[in-house]
């Protein structure tokens, strides 16, 4: 069985971001790059499969511009076997990300496709239901437990009133909780090897999807800046604080 | 048994010496047509993660490296316009110097504004494109040595190891890079390079090294006060007349500046702040009418090695070399050191393949360094600065400035004469009770900012569960000596506020809490601690600060 893995490359979670100064947009120059941990953690679980001997390849896709070449090598340094790129430097919605990714799919014919369950620059958390609705596949999303036996699925998912156990048919789209796995780091020579393993460019413009957005942002704004607490004394204090300045009780 | 792999060069840092070493290496292997591999580790993220410099870049060794460096897109965007020095009186009131009377090494005519840290990231791009292999987020853990001593190589450090020691799911283990030649480019204070130091003696017969703490901020500012090229330097306020230093505010490119302080390490008043002097200079009008109405971006701090040519080490051991500010080739008289640091790298890189063309098995030391060294301009210009940094330390800022001008302007740094300064910056510090305690104005937080929220900005991260890298080597020194006899002087000199001292109510004493994860990886606590007690050794790989266009 052949694993397509999705990854994004994203403004790194461990740095500030700020918002343009004209409002439209987040500022990514000089910001660093990396890729979006959830997707880290579809490779990861990606690459333990194929180790388990249940996926025989790992393709990692990325869809996006040049430079996303390098969250594919850290993928391929983790152990994915080749990687695709499809170019765009322009802003890509989920559904025109999980369009494109269809056609991926319909050339590579992947028993599974893994993907993160959200990215964490824009949190959106779409994609992998709607490549999942586009190819009429099974969906398992916040996966936090996968096992596979045969051509199914035993997915364990986060749910907010505890955990939901599914049973999925393949070929299937699963996303990824923070609670799957635990990434490994990529070795000195996995990354060395990993320079030298194939990796295909296709241009977004030649797959035949409409890449015209469909949303337009009107203004891009730093949340209010939160207000210092203050430690009450008693809870009839509190009670009465909320009555009388919030006015919620 | 460690993994290990084999290069003809491995090189630790990825900042301008190092990558200039790789750059050169590489430019001479491909003409002469021969196999050539480099290797070079780098602790921070990526490449540019952990740099940080003013910057005003005298381009001099960069067109030596890469002629064509305007073609090849080098970030070299800004030139600078005009330079403007300040004599500071007082909060209120500074004195600008005219032109004529300033040294004339501190002219920056040709040079350009830049952010090292951005020129690192290119430097790196045209490395990886002459076949370097670059590994960002490996840290060198350990050097290697031969039975015969002569250093084999480095090894990374393992990864995924809790603070207890034990290894976690996540465990790998660090490997082994041999090389037959290491070259050593840590920057300043290099935890490596300190060893090697030591090891071979290298700083025998020289001066004591000098060091001083730079701390800057980068600002996006309000459009209509942006010059870009302008380029300021002060001296006096904030610092007393007992302590060195000095202000740089430059204008780079996109309506941002770069405002910062460096105080020599040689401050005696334990109860000095370099984070807050540095503060509460930002509130001289020199600085606020720039800075108001504009938003801070990011924040960081770095020693740097200011001894100059009295203080350079033998920069040669068997197997390796020492280059750039990890050995201390920082022109303090220029106050520039990229230029000097990328000429040593290049010299070195030379030598070695001039070393490796002759069947060379590699392991030996290699004088030939040295003397290409002397012959070069690097030494040249050394050697006309020597002066420079031992007369401000010596006759303060005033006479020593007025000295450092007729050295510089009328004798071209050729007075026949080497001032010394042999005291290292540790032991100057004075007992607390000599001292009288410095109260620094409160922040605004328009200005002037707190510790916490500016280290926020410099983006450091370390993966939380992991040993300790700021080690003591007596766990009872901080609190006995360092906070009976000085007041605790780590809480202070730290810009990142990894040191507090806290009270411990079981013993009713303090106790030292160091918040390792802060760590802006400066390596100041390494040098001025008054009881040489912390040593500073390197996290797991990528951990530190994640600067951007510093």
């Known amino acids: 069985m052949k694993i397509l893995v999705m990854v994004k490359r994203v403004s790194d979670p461990n740095v500030m971001i700020r918002v343009s100064a004209d409002n439209s947009s987040v500022d990514l120059n000089n910001v660093k790059m990396a890729i979006n941990p959830f997707c880290e953690i579809a490779v990861e679980e990606a690459v333990r499969l194929k180790e388990a001997g249940i996926a025989t390849e790992v393709v990692a896709l990325s869809i996006g511009g040049t430079q996303s070449q390098e969250q594919i090598r850290t993928a391929l340094a983790m152990g994915a076997d080749r990687g695709i790129l499809i170019e765009s430097e322009g802003p890509l919605e989920s559904l025109t990300v999980a369009k494109l990714t269809q056609k991926i799919i319909e050339e590579e014919q992947p028993g599974l496709v893994i993907l993160g369950k959200q990215s964490t620059d824009t949190d959106n958390s779409q994609t992998g239901q709607m490549l999942a609705s586009l190819m009429g596949w099974a969906q398992g999303t916040f996966a936090s437990k996968l096992e596979i036996s045969g051509e199914k699925i035993n997915l364990t998912r986060e749910v907010d009133s505890g955990l939901q156990t599914l049973s999925l048919s393949m070929p299937a789209v699963v996303t990824c909780d923070l609670r799957l796995n635990e990434p490994r780091f990529a070795s000195l020579p996995n990354i060395m090897k990993a320079k030298r393993k194939p990796l295909d460019v296709k241009a977004a413009g030649d797959l035949g999807v409409d890449l015209t957005p469909r949303i337009k942002t009107l203004m891009v704004e730093t949340p209010n800046e939160r207000q210092g607490g203050t430690v009450l004394g008693s809870v009839a204090e509190l009670v009465e604080k909320l009555k009388t300045e919030k006015g919620v009780i | 048994m460690r993994e290990s792999m084999e290069f003809d060069v491995v090189i630790v840092g990825a900042g301008p010496a190092g990558l200039s070493t790789a750059c050169r290496l590489m430019q001479q292997a491909q003409q002469a047509e021969r196999d050539m591999s480099v290797c070079v580790v780098e602790k921070g993220s990526e490449v540019g993660a952990h740099i940080f410099s003013g910057a005003v870049l005298e381009p001099r060794a960069l067109t030596e490296l890469f002629p064509d460096w ?466 500073w050794v390197v996290p797991e790989g990528t951990g530190g600060p994640n600067y951007p266009n510093m």
């Open chain 2, 70 to 535: 305007e073609d090849r897109g080098a970030p070299l965007n800004t030139p600078v316009i005009g330079d403007e020095i300040y004599l500071f009186q007082d909060a209120e009131r500074a004195k600008r110097i005219p032109n004529s009377f300033v040294p004339k090494s501190m002219h920056n005519e040709g040079n350009y504004v830049i952010s090292l840290g951005n020129l690192t990231r290119w430097l790196a791009e045209q490395a990886e494109g002459l076949g370097v292999e670059i590994f960002p987020g490996f840290a060198a853990a350990e050097i290697l040595y031969h039975e015969n001593g002569a250093v084999k190589g480095i090894a990374t450090g393992d990864m995924g190891v809790s603070a207890d020691g034990s290894q976690k799911g996540s465990y790998m283990e660090g490997m082994e890079l041999h090389a037959k030649y290491t070259v050593f480019s840590e920057g300043c204070r290099g935890h490596l390079g300190k060893q090697l130091l030591a090891k071979y003696a290298l700083d025998d017969g020289v001066d004591v090294q000098h060091y001083g703490i730079g701390i800057k901020e980068l600002w996006d500012i309000d459009p209509a006060k942006h010059k870009p090229g302008l380029v300021v330097h002060g001296a006096g306020w904030p610092l007393d007349k007992d302590t060195n230093g000095g202000s740089f505010l430059y204008h780079g490119e996109n309506n941002q500046v770069v405002v910062g302080l460096v105080v020599d390490l040689s401050y005696s008043n334990p109860y000095l702040g370099p984070f807050d002097e540095f503060q509460r200079m930002k509130q001289h009008p020199v600085f606020k009418n720039t800075l108001e109405g504009g938003k801070r971006v990011s924040y960081g701090a770095r020693a740097m090695t200011k001894g100059g040519l009295n203080a350079l080490p033998k920069m040669c051991f068997p197997g390796g070399l020492l280059v750039g500010c990890d050995a201390g080739t920082l022109n303090f008289a220029k106050i520039k050191g990229t230029h000097t640091a990328m000429k040593s790298g290049m010299v070195a890189a030379e030598t070695i393949f001039a070393a490796l063309q002759t069947d060379d098995e590699g392991g030996k030391e290699l004088n030939a360094f040295t003397e290409a060294l002397n012959a070069s301009w690097l030494y040249d210009e050394l050697h006309r600065s020597r002066n420079f940094g031992p007369a401000m330390h010596k006759f303060g800022t005033f006479w020593g400035g007025a000295f450092n001008y007729v050295d510089q302007n009328w004798f071209k740094g050729k007075l026949p004469f080497t001032l010394h300064d042999n005291t290292p910056d540790y032991a100057q510090l004075k007992e607390a009770s000599e001292c009288t305690p410095i109260e620094y104005p409160k922040p605004d937080g328009k200005i002037s900012f707190d510790k916490l929220s500016s280290v926020f900005l410099s983006n450091t991260n370390h993966e939380e569960d992991q040993p300790c890298h700021l080690t003591l080597k007596d766990e009872s020194v901080p609190v006995k000596r360092n906070w009976g006899l000085f007041s605790g002087p780590e809480a202070r000199f730290c810009p990142a506020g990894v040191y507090e001292f806290v009270e411990d109510p079981e013993k009713h004493d303090m106790r030292l809490q160091i918040n390792a994860q802060n760590c802006l990886h400066c390596k100041t606590c390494d040098i001025k601690d008054p009881s040489q007690n912390i040593t």
